[in-house]
């Protein structure tokens, strides 16, 4: 069965500095792997996908994610942290021959303090 | 370029009915798929409509239905609600078999 697990409820970071949010996979074959944000009372905002090729994919608002198919991981990190990047962070993956389904961790609090 | 709408943003109902949320998918997009967000949760895949046609399901029950128009617009249809259906209703549209899916606001279903 896929599935998705984001260890950290909560990340706290200081303005300027570096952040990393986790998210280890299961699935069979080839997974497509992707991170959304999602901001108070707000729906999902794409961020980044991995497919194939490089393992370091670059997104939207300096966001990238390493991603490590021995360690089953897709971490999402960026160089130095904002207060506005505070929000909750989905990591998703579907498998390569299923066209719709995404699995979703439950989610990681990011909170960047000043 | 209007992104994903979905509408009505909130909606209260009581244990027992019915209720309909709508979505419109972004411009170019002819895929729809409803995930179920409760309070605390990452998103649960109910379906996806492909062609005004359910071509995946996940685990929900058949109270759970939906609907695509010939313009790509799509309903959830939840008959016989329950507490527990209480959640954020997420429409998610993507082109064909594109990798990226793009999420509307969502609907915010209460029953009390």
């Known amino acids: 069965a896929q599935s998705v697990a984001q260890p950290e409820d909560q990340v706290n970071v200081a303005e300027g500095n570096p952040l990393t949010v986790k998210c280890t996979y299961s699935v069979s074959g080839n997974p497509y792997l992707f991170w959304y944000v999602q901001y108070p009372n707000r729906g999902l905002q794409f961020l980044l996908k991995y497919i194939t090729g490089d393992n370091l994919v670059k997104g939207s608002y300096g966001f990238e994610a390493e991603f490590n198919k021995s360690q089953t991981s897709f971490h999402l990190k960026k160089p130095s942290a904002l207060v506005s990047d505070s929000a909750l962070y989905f990591c998703a993956v579907r498998h390569s021959s299923n066209t719709g389904k995404l699995i979703f961790g439950q989610g990681t609090t990011l909170q960047v303090k000043p | 370029d209007a992104g994903v709408t979905q509408s009505p943003t909130h909606l209260i109902k009581t244990r027992g009915q019915q209720v309909t949320l709508r979505c419109s998918p972004k411009?170019?997009?002819?895929?729809v798929s409803w995930y179920q967000q409760a309070l605390g949760q990452g998103p649960q895949f109910i379906f996806q409509?492909?062609?005004?046609?359910?071509?995946q399901r996940g685990n929900f029950p058949d109270r759970f239905s939906g609907h695509q128009f010939p313009n790509y617009s799509s309903e959830l249809n939840v008959n016989a609600l329950l507490l527990g259906d209480s959640a954020l209703y997420l429409c998610?549209?993507?082109?064909?078999?594109?990798?990226?899916?793009?999420f509307g606001p969502g609907t915010r279903l209460t029953v009390t």
């Open positions: 409509y492909y062609e005004e046609e359910e071509r």
């Open positions: 411009s170019g997009h002819d895929t």
């Open positions: 998610a549209s993507g082109r064909g078999e594109s990798y990226e899916q793009y």
